[in-house]
């Protein structure tokens, strides 16, 4: 049993970004099934995956920089792993799943339109087959975020339901202090 | 319990994903299913757009007299030049179709604005589109598909849509009221779907523009007269080109409160105000190749600040089509286009 909780800030950004991307992995299926609402879904997802990018990029800095609470001693070492694992995953997921969406942009010369005039520039110059890669893996990477998505939520909710081990209150508390209670 | 509420969620959740992505309604209509039928009626021809297939590079640049300005704070409206890639087509889908085959033929343009915005916008030369959305759109390429015994459309098919879509049988009537001109030159090219002109105070303005042709309008006659090489329409335009740059006006329809700006297939009254924003000039032509024209998605909402959607649902549907084209014609070799032009127009590649 623990009772350490992440600092406010990581709660903050987790919380955060977890609406975030939840909303992003549903418009960003939803769109390119879509005719009508094609263009409205398209402009929240350009300006949400930079924003989601640039928060990751902050995250990132702050789960490297910051201190993490420990998982319960009792864990068993596969589930340890799964969890320490499907961590990486997601960094690595947060990052490249937006990044290459504006590198495929950026190589079919679409202009990569955050709001009005405020564009971001190209980060590859026009080419058929490197859009295409990226295309497919844009979709690739997005669809693999989303099942690890599911896993930890799964995992979030097995940790608050079924062992009540505090990991899920580790995130999810509202006081502002990272103390032992 | 606890066990069954995990599940039940992680379930849930997934259900909502794929019901969002379409996966549990097969018959809800997609832009991918619009780009099938294109594929199911004219063949797939690897490398080409799935519409608007045969078609040649062009370029020039935008003058604009600052008219517009009033209007649209789009840079491109402020007085002076605006340089500009583009390309003409015919509206089938066949990259090999002859020219006579065909009768709508587009402008599609794309202005490199000043402070690095572009707007790309695809015009046609006819008065009104035929069908209101994309699901009409999709239906109506069934019915006038040529049935495989006839080698014609089916006329009872055909009836039936335009009983279903009375403003498709009133469109088709404005659009036949007018005779096609003689070639690319001499085409007038409109946006057909209205849009919002958006100005420094935040006034929108519904609109609809189109590229008049300076050039004096001939009218083709009727079936029969028309030349029988099968690039006719494109290499006169390289021949025109080859005597002097060919010039267009851009204007602006002005749109009231009585105006539908979400059907495109009623043309606005004849009294609109129209208000002449400046003047396209086209003096460079070049084979469609990678590395021009033939890479650009001409894609209709990519807009700079100052020109925005109207709430025509053709837009949006057109957006998201064009980009599953270009998303299949991408990862494609590619084949070289029916129209090439000369090496000594070619000097100057768009």
Request: proline letters at 7%.
């Amino acid at each position: 049993m623990t009772h350490d909780r992440f600092p406010a800030i990581s709660r903050i950004l987790h919380w955060l970004m977890a609406a975030m991307i939840l909303a992003m992995l549903f418009i960003g299926i939803g769109m390119v099934a879509s005719l009508t609402e094609y263009h409205w879904l398209l402009s929240i997802h350009r300006p949400l995956g930079i924003a989601i990018l640039v928060l990751a990029a902050i995250r990132l800095v702050n789960r490297l920089a910051g201190r993490v609470p420990a998982l319960p001693n009792d864990m068993p070492p596969a589930l340890r792993f799964a969890a320490q694992g499907s961590h990486i995953v997601l960094y690595v997921l947060m990052i490249a799943v937006p990044l290459v969406g504006w590198a495929m942009l950026s190589a079919a010369r679409y202009p990569v339109v955050l709001y009005g005039a405020f564009e971001l520039p190209p980060i590859l110059p026009q080419s058929d087959l490197l859009y295409t890669i990226l295309r497919d893996a844009h979709t690739l990477l997005a669809l693999t975020l989303f099942v690890v998505f599911l896993a930890h939520f799964t995992a979030a909710l097995m940790h608050r339901l079924v062992f009540r081990d505090g990991v899920f209150e580790s995130m999810a508390s509202l006081r502002s202090d990272s103390r032992r209670r | 319990m606890g066990l069954a509420v995990t599940g039940v969620a992680t379930v849930c959740i997934a259900a909502g994903f794929a019901f969002v992505g379409g996966f549990l309604t097969p018959q809800r209509l997609t832009q991918a299913r619009i780009i099938d039928r294109f594929e199911q009626l004219n063949g797939i021809h690897p490398g080409f757009r799935r519409n608007h297939a045969k078609g040649v590079c062009i370029a020039g640049s935008f003058d604009s007299n600052g008219n517009g300005a009033a209007l649209s704070k789009a840079v491109v409206f402020q007085r002076g030049s605006t340089p500009v890639t583009g390309r003409f087509a015919v509206a089938v889908g066949k990259p090999f179709v002859p020219d006579n085959e065909t009768e709508v033929r587009s402008m599609a343009l794309s202005f490199k604005l000043r402070d690095g915005e572009e707007w790309r916008t695809g015009m046609n030369d006819i008065p009104v589109f035929p069908v209101r959305d994309a699901q009409a759109f999709y239906q109506q390429m069934l019915a006038t598909r040529p049935d495989p015994a006839t080698g014609k459309p089916d006329p009872a098919r055909m009836q039936a849509f335009l009983a279903a879509h009375p403003e498709t049988a009133k469109a088709l009537q404005v659009i036949k009221a007018r005779p096609f001109s003689t070639g690319f030159a001499n085409a007038s090219y409109n946006s057909l779907d209205a849009f919002r002109f958006v100005n420094a105070a935040g006034v929108s303005t519904p609109v609809r523009w189109s590229m008049e042709a300076v050039d004096p309008f001939v009218a083709e006659t009727m079936s029969g007269g028309q030349p029988t090489d099968v690039n006719y329409l494109f290499d006169d335009l390289i021949a025109r080109l080859a005597k002097g740059p060919v010039q267009w006006r851009l204007v602006a329809t002005i749109g009231t409160a009585d105006d539908a700006t979400a059907d495109a297939t009623v043309a606005w009254p004849d009294s609109r105000q129209r208000v002449t924003l400046g003047t396209l000039t086209i003096n460079r032509i070049a084979t469609e190749q990678p590395g021009n024209c033939s890479d650009v998605n001409f894609d209709p909402l990519v807009l700079p600040a100052g020109i925005a959607p109207s709430d025509d649902p053709l837009l949006s549907a057109r957006s998201a089509t064009y980009s599953n084209s270009y998303r299949r014609r991408a990862a494609e070799a590619k084949t070289p286009s029916e129209v090439q032009v000369p090496l000594a127009t070619k000097d100057a590649t768009p």
